[in-house]
């Protein structure tokens, strides 16, 4: 009988290694990976989402193990978890301040592909995996903030499903897909909670895509050039690996302030009021993270044209690869878009303070500039940017 | 981490050895402390000293040779108005025989139910109506209803027998006697189930098999 | 069970209380079993969750069994009670909404388990509009079940005076007056609605120090690692 495991091997790591070739895996793609030696700080922030997101799956479980998915008693149980349950208010807060971290940190590795051209070739497929995340987030944390059914939950839903009800063609049914009914009841609730945690899971398995691409092309650094000799690299472990530590300690601290000292700072209060569908609350407005988009939606006098506008603003991203089809990647080396992009980012950021603020003639103002400016650099300046880069 | 990597300082080696080791200790140190809050949020809230319910309940209704069964801390309590025959056939020798701890000697119950009809007053039994074996929840075999019914229980599960005071029988699968809860009459009808004037400091927790 | 009757039982469960209160938010629960939850509930918050504020088991058996819990019907179809226990969650003195509503000419007394969270000036407000009950003006006329308050934009509330001097005696010999019970109340709300709030921030700061030490840590060694290529 011949067998590829003939010879008698006892050594265990050679033992596993002929039937699973995970250590070598794992050495050559985590060990031994070769990394550009320039990376900065802005380089972290895929750790950080890495362990955000294992904060996110872990206390997300363990809250499940508590709460129950029924209108009349959804409240009841998150406050159970938040006074009753022994250690819940920890984990509670861990899931609620995880969300904020989530999603600062996905703007902010967003904003780097941005600002470095990561997103140019080789690399499309890592951008297009990594919006796709963005989109799966902000779907789990739309699900999940119905879930805990306060007059926040209750309305920002309402309004959400409304707008969803408001696409054309597909809309409709998809809101009543979601909804199960005719108003935001019970059989929503529980499909809200099951796409939840059904989402949070099939984001890790994005995200497995999204780092085996990593894996395929290698990361870009703030140089743009990639690196040809291995004596241009550093291996993964031990520079990457005790650099990114030290960053996630610092990380953590952030995070340890927001879940210990000042769990209130970004919820809205009216979020413990239960659901009460017959009285709206005065100043209903979203979580931050959703302001940006929010704000679109207000500063738009048209329902459809909102909606459009706000994910348009998304949609350009996704076409961003090749609307800049020039080969230079960071923005620090191309004077138009070194002008141009930062004032893309404060337009986002304005349109996040605008969408949290009552919508006065000068936010509604200033929103409108903003979103203009949105699409002029994204649908104007990036491919005359990379026009003018190409022809020289 | 290979050598050559090393920084090249001769002292420098062993100091960053013992860094990095302590590093990666104090940080796994730290991963397992955080694991203590999710297993602590697993922990039943109801187990603690402050969650012993009272239940009052109603014995006016319950006539001789009746029982009624009621919830107290989701357990189901069987109560049984004894009569006479059903106290003598708890004494009678032979029967005492048959049984795997006719003395209550195993901590089944509080003190004031330590004795031969395993209750405070012998026309009440009082019992937690969870089998000992494998904690299917036994029937009442109502005095009469067949030659053999003695007002005694039976779990239908693995054929366990119990008395009319919830002693075992030796030949059944079940170790224990059924556990009695802690309990006060506050009046001739009125039982107060939850708290044991007899024994104040008994607590369920104490139980030797629920 | 009309509001007197409640109050009744509620001022002889006092007598079985020998706490010595001693923080403001421990002489802010006394008023609150004195006098809020004689229309106020904190349907949330489960007597067993005093003991964080020091009342002892017993303590609080005691107060939880002098509350009478709804449960189920009795045969002939009538709301039956029992006393309530250390698990059970205050409730509102009102059986339902409507009996609240037919109490207090209409309005309902709002749930406290979040009151000072939710309120737009926290338990600053909440002391605040104990304290500015006055006469009417003269000239000016409410609505009956409406009371004179400054703290209002509208200058009045659909809540009657609840606090007098000396309407209770604090244990620790603190003198009872208004100003004091407004005091205690609201840092007694507060606690209420930020849940294990000493306690978390009494572990952040462990947790925070240990990772201040991790950063440092970290940081010596990946500036030693790194320091060959600088
Ligand atoms: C991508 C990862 C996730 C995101 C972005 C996310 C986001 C959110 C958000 C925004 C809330 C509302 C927070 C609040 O105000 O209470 C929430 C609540 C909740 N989530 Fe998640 N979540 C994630 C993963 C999970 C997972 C994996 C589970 C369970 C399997 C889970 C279970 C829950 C439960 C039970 C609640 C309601 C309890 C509460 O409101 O505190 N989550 N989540
Ligand atoms: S469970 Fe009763 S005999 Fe086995």
Not at chain 1, 19 to 44: D, E, I, T
Not at chain 2, 145 to 157: L, N
Not at chain 3, 32 to 37: L, P
Request: charged share 15%; with cysteine; proline share 9%.
């Amino acid at each position: 009988m011949t067998s590829p495991l003939k010879t008698p091997d006892t050594d265990p790591p050679d033992w596993l290694e002929r039937r699973l070739p995970v250590m070598s895996l794992l050495r050559r793609q985590y060990v031994a990976f070769p990394m550009p030696r320039n990376l900065n700080a802005f380089w972290s922030f895929g750790a950080f989402l890495i362990v955000t997101m294992a904060f996110m799956i872990a206390s997300g479980l363990f809250l499940a193990i508590n709460y129950t998915p029924d209108i009349t008693q959804a409240f009841a149980s998150v406050e159970a978890i938040d006074r009753q349950i022994p250690s819940g208010w920890f984990i509670r807060s861990l899931h609620m301040g995880g969300v904020t971290m989530l999603f600062a940190c996905l703007y902010i590795h967003i904003g780097r592909s941005l600002w470095y051209g990561s997103y140019k070739a080789p690399r499309e497929l890592l951008w297009l995996t990594g919006l796709g995340l963005m989109l799966m987030v902000m779907v789990t944390a739309f699900a999940g903030y119905v879930l805990p059914w306060g007059q926040m939950s209750y309305w920002g839903a309402t309004v959400i499903l409304n707008a969803v009800h408001a696409i054309p063609l597909i809309g409709q049914p998809l809101s009543e897909l979601l909804l199960g009914g005719d108003t935001l009841g019970n059989v929503a609730l529980h499909r809200l909670f099951v796409l939840h945690f059904t989402m949070a899971f099939a984001i890790l398995g994005v995200i497995a895509l999204h780092v085996a691409a990593l894996h395929v092309v290698k990361s870009n650094n703030p140089s743009g050039i990639d690196p040809v000799s291995p004596s241009q690299t550093l291996p993964f472990h031990p520079y990457y690996t005790s650099r990114d530590g030290f960053a996630l300690c610092l990380f953590l601290m952030v995070y340890a302030g927001l879940v210990f000292f000042l769990p209130d700072l970004l919820t809205l209060a009216d979020n413990y009021v239960q659901a009460n569908p017959l009285v709206t609350p005065r100043d209903i407005r979203p979580e931050w993270y959703f302001a940006p988009f929010y704000a679109i939606l207000r500063a738009v006098p048209s329902r459809l044209g909102g909606l459009l506008l706000a994910s348009g603003s998304l949609a350009v991203l996704f076409t961003l690869p090749w609307l800049d089809r020039s080969a230079l990647r960071p923005a620090t080396r191309r004077p138009m878009v070194r002008l141009s992009l930062p004032l893309a980012f404060a337009a986002f950021m304005v349109l996040g303070v605008a969408g949290m603020h009552a919508p006065t003639p000068a936010w509604l103002l200033a929103s409108r500039v903003a979103i203009a400016w949105w699409f002029i650099h994204f649908l104007l300046v990036m491919p005359l940017a990379s026009e003018r880069e190409m022809s020289s | 981490m290979t050598q050559s990597e090393t920084p090249p300082s001769s002292d420098g080696t062993r100091r960053r050895d013992l860094l990095a080791t302590g590093t990666v200790v104090l940080g796994c140190a730290g991963a397992c402390a955080l694991a203590v809050p999710f297993v602590e949020s697993l922990k039943n809230p109801v187990a603690n000293p402050l969650s012993d319910r009272l239940l009052d309940v109603d014995l006016s209704s319950l006539t001789p040779g009746q029982d009624m069964s009621v919830r107290w801390r989701d357990w189901p309590v069987f109560i049984q108005r004894r009569t006479p025959q059903m106290l003598a056939a708890l004494q009678a020798p032979d029967h005492l025989a048959t049984l795997r701890d006719a003395d209550s000697k195993v901590l089944q119950q509080p003190k004031d139910a330590t004795n031969w009809h395993r209750s405070v007053r012998p026309e009440y039994g009082v019992l937690i109506g969870v089998c000992t074996h494998l904690g299917c929840v036994p029937s009442f075999e109502k005095p009469g209803s067949t030659p053999e019914a003695k007002g005694g229980y039976f779990c239908p599960c693995h054929g366990s027998h119990f008395d009319a005071a919830g002693r075992v029988a030796r030949r059944a699968p079940a170790p224990c006697n059924l556990p009695v809860p802690p309990v006060t009459f506050l009046s001739d009808t009125k039982l107060r189930i939850g708290h044991s004037a007899g024994d104040p400091g008994f607590s369920m927790s104490d139980i030797q098999q629920i | 069970m009309t509001r007197w009757t409640r109050n009744l039982i509620l001022v002889a469960s006092l007598t079985a209380l020998p706490a010595c209160a001693s923080t403001p938010a421990q002489r802010g629960l006394m008023v609150f079993q004195q006098v809020c939850s004689a229309c106020h509930g904190m349907e949330h918050v489960a007597y067993g969750d005093m003991s964080s504020l020091g009342l002892s088991p017993d303590e609080i058996r005691k107060w939880a069994a002098d509350q009478q819990m709804p449960n189920g019907t009795d045969d002939n179809g009538d709301p039956k009670t029992r006393p309530a226990t250390a698990t059970d969650p205050i409730l509102s003195p009102y059986p339902n909404e409507a009996m609240g509503r037919l109490a207090n000419h209409g309005l309902l007394p709002p749930d406290l388990s979040r009151l000072a969270l939710t309120l737009p000036g926290g338990a600053e407000e909440i002391r605040q509009i104990l304290l500015s009950y006055a006469p009417t003006p003269a000239g000016m006329t409410l609505d009956e079940g409406r009371y004179y308050n400054t703290a209002l934009k509208w200058k009045h509330i659909g809540m009657p005076p609840p606090l007098q001097d000396g309407m209770l005696t604090y244990p620790d010999g603190t003198p009872a007056t208004s100003a004091q019970m407004a005091n205690d109340v609201s840092a007694f709300l507060d606690w209420i609605a930020h849940p294990h709030q000493a306690e978390r921030r009494r572990i952040g700061v462990y947790v925070v120090t240990y990772l201040a030490l991790m950063a440092f840590l970290t940081f010596l060694l990946q500036r030693r690692i790194w320091r060959a290529h600088r």
